[in-house]
T-cell receptor, first 115, second 110 residues
Framework: DTGVSQDPRHKITKRGQNVTFRCDPI?????LYWYRQTLGQGPEFLTY????????KSRLLSDRFSAERPKGSFSTLEIQRTEQGDSAMYLC?????????????FGEGSRLTVL | DAKTTQPTSMDCAEGRAANLPCNHS???????VYWYRQIHSQGPQYIIH???NNETNEMASLIITEDRKSSTLILPHATLRDTAVYYC???????????FGKGTSLLVTP
């Protein structure tokens, strides 16, 4: 499968624990995005990378959240000291800059449940 | 980015055309109209986008009014697998993020 892959697909954790999600974009895609989606809402933008550079962060990305893309390939999203309000689907998307700029390719998402 | 307004939900009979409207009265000249859909428990999927001309691809047609203040996504022969939430998004071409709203929940019935 050459699409965007995310791991794990589901994560249940206790409040206060740290969690990390991984995203592997489509191999030649240099732009990578993280979104969060809560029940009944559309996806909300969190942050985006061009290659290894994090170029934009939403105000939704609190200090407890950190995202990296160390070699411009896969990316990780870490949430520290999780809260129940962090329960959501975390979606990763990628695209190739300059080509059909609106067409983001999304992964299946990582669903987080904080107890 | 301009805001969009979509109906919360719509029904369509299988085999009929599904016409999903979107209002974007504050759209500016350099903003495109994008449509995505999200089938339950999956990530969003790109459908189509356009600036001012009508567009068609293998999935759907996009009709944009002459004043560009509204558009309609047409699924010409809806199937049960088209049941999904459809998002209309307006954004400049080079923008970094898509701002999804709540979309329209389309139910295709047998």
């Amino acid at each position: 499968d050459t699409g965007v892959s995310q791991d794990p697909r589901h994560k249940i954790t206790k409040r206060g624990q740290n969690v990390t999600f991984r995203c592997d974009p489509i191999s030649e895609h240099n732009r990578l995005y993280w979104y969060r989606q809560t029940l009944g809402q559309g996806p909300e933008f969190l942050t985006y990378f061009q290659n290894e550079a994090q170029l934009e962060k939403s105000r939704l990305l609190s200090d407890r959240f950190s995202a990296e893309r160390p070699k411009g390939s896969f990316s990780t999203l870490e949430i520290q000291r999780t809260e129940q309000g962090d329960s959501a689907m975390y979606l990763c998307a990628s695209r190739l800059a300059g080509v059909k700029a609106g067409e983001l390719f999304f992964g299946e998402g990582s669903r987080l449940t904080v107890l | 980015d301009a805001k969009t307004t979509q109906p919360t939900s719509m029904d369509c009979a299988e085999g009929r055309a599904a016409n999903l409207p979107c209002n974007h009265s504050t759209i500016s000249g350099n903003e495109y109209v994008y449509w995505y859909r999200q089938i339950h428990s999956q990530g969003p999927q790109y459908i189509i986008h356009g600036l001012k001309n009508n567009e068609t691809n293998e999935m759907a047609s996009l009709i944009i009014t002459e004043d560009r203040k509204s558009s309609t996504l047409i699924l010409p022969h809806a199937t049960l697998r088209d049941t999904a939430v459809y998002y209309c998004i307006v954004r400049v071409f080079s923008g970094y993020a898509l701002n999804f709203g709540k979309g329209t929940s389309l139910l295709v019935t047998p």
